[in-house]
């Protein structure tokens, strides 16, 4: 009489090359939607953002705590006999002497002597360690923290990272 045919469950093979490339091409559009290296520059330049405020608020903390002065570093701008100057911007270093850091690597550093060392603010307790700037184009160190500082003439402090990748300068000014 009539034969059964039978089927069996499985898929062809164009059946499988078709949903091959529609994940293929899904996964394409995603991919550059979310724009992978976009998203690294930016959560770089948030680390910045970061890293800035809170080495602003160690030294504000710290001034306070000794009674308006600031950290040696800092505060030792503005003096006659002092190397450093108003208005001027210096790499944030721990380098104990001028000669242990090469600012240059940094264009908002005009000097390539132009450092400031903030490691007393890890031996007080203000910071847990200095800062260091996530590697974008600079290659940064604890002697090249990739962030700057000036004490402006007004009295105010500004601190800047070197490179900001989103286009927009990341520094903060108190």
């Not at 996964?27 to 948030?46: Q, W």
């Not at 210096?90 to 940094?106: D, F, P, R, V």
Request: charged share 10%.
């Amino acid at each position: 009489m009539f034969e059964h045919i039978r089927h069996h469950g499985g898929f062809t093979l164009i059946e499988l090359l078709i949903v091959i490339a529609i994940i293929a091409i899904l996964a394409g559009v995603a991919f550059v939607s979310l724009d992978p290296l976009s998203r690294l520059a930016d959560a770089r330049d948030a680390s910045r953002w970061t890293d800035v405020t809170a080495l602003l608020s160690a030294i504000k903390i710290d001034q306070v705590d000794n009674g308006g002065y600031y950290i040696y570093g800092v505060n030792n701008f503005n003096r006659p006999a002092a190397p450093t100057g108003a208005d001027t911007n210096y790499m944030i270093s721990n380098a104990t002497t001028t000669t242990g850091c090469n600012a240059s690597a940094c264009s908002a550093v005009t000097a390539a002597a132009n450092c400031v060392n903030l490691s007393g603010l890890t031996t007080e307790g203000y910071l847990g360690t200095l800062p260091v700037s996530p590697k974008g184009t600079g290659s940064w160190s604890q002697t090249l923290t990739g962030y700057y500082m000036s004490r402006n003439t007004n009295g105010s402090i500004t601190i800047g990272a070197c490179e900001a990748e989103g286009g927009t300068s990341v520094l903060v000014n108190r």
